[in-house]
């Protein structure tokens, strides 16, 4: 389930948006770009990067640094 701190790249009114907390961080006019850098600012944040459609369903979901498993490995 998505996390309100999780990183969010959709598309809204013609443009990629990348959000946080319901705050645009960026705004791009290609997906891939978008995705780049909502994937910079989860991996920042330790959280997750949440992709979506055009038809705002969820394509995909990324851990971006908050990994369980890799936490219970690192202490």
């Known amino acids: 389930m998505a996390n309100s701190r999780d990183v969010h790249v ?3 009114g013609g443009a990629w948006r990348v959000t946080r907390r319901g705050r645009t961080l960026s705004q791009h006019r290609l997906q891939w770009r ?4 909502g994937a910079r600012m989860a991996r920042r944040a330790r959280v997750d990067l949440v992709t979506h459609g055009r038809d705002g ?8 640094g908050n990994d369980a498993r890799r936490r ?4």
Do not use: N
């Open 34 to 37: 978008a995705v780049q850098a």
């Open 57 to 64: 369903r969820v394509r995909s979901k990324d851990s971006c």
């Open 72 to 75: 219970d490995t690192e202490r």
């Open 10 to 12: 959709g598309t809204s």
